[in-house]
Nanobody, 127 residues
Framework: QVQLVESGGGLVQAGGSLRLSCAAS????????MGWFRQAPGQEREFVAA????????HYADSVKGRFTISRDNAKNTAYLQMDSLKPEDTAVYYC????????????????????WGQGTQVTVSS
């Protein structure tokens, strides 16, 4: 079992920045995918970004492309989501997720493909 713990959420004004962290309790297998999802009140959870092992390929939802950056630090078993130019519509609970395989591109946005989930961290962007 792998436990994921998110941190870094909070309240920020529109145009501001936050960096979320997702710490894994242990190192994943050599091939893995880490993703960030979010869920706004009254809405379904949606894909935000993902990073695949071995080549550091990154992928983003169109709504955050150019504003958010996903990265990871293998030595710390930690993934990050740098969020810049935040908008009120970015307000949501953000979840990190891990799959112990290098997911294909067409599967990155699918919640069911991820084996482990964090508890979520609230991000609120005020206008």
């Amino acid at each position: 079992q792998v436990q994921l713990v998110e941190s870094g959420g909070g309240l920020v004004q529109a145009g501001g920045s936050l960096r979320l962290s997702c710490a894994a309790s242990r190192r994943s297998s050599n091939g893995y995918t880490m993703g960030w999802f979010r869920q706004a009140p009254g809405q379904e959870r949606e894909f935000v970004a993902a990073i695949r092992c071995c080549g550091s390929s990154t992928h983003y939802a169109d709504s955050v492309k150019g504003r958010f950056t996903i990265s990871r630090d293998n030595a710390k078993n930690t993934a990050y989501l740098q969020m810049d130019s935040l908008k009120p519509e970015d307000t949501a609970v953000y979840y990190c997720a891990l799959d112990n395989s290098r997911l294909i591109l067409s599967a990155l946005h699918l919640e069911r493909m991820y084996d482990y989930w964090g508890q979520g961290t609230q991000v609120t962007v005020s206008s």
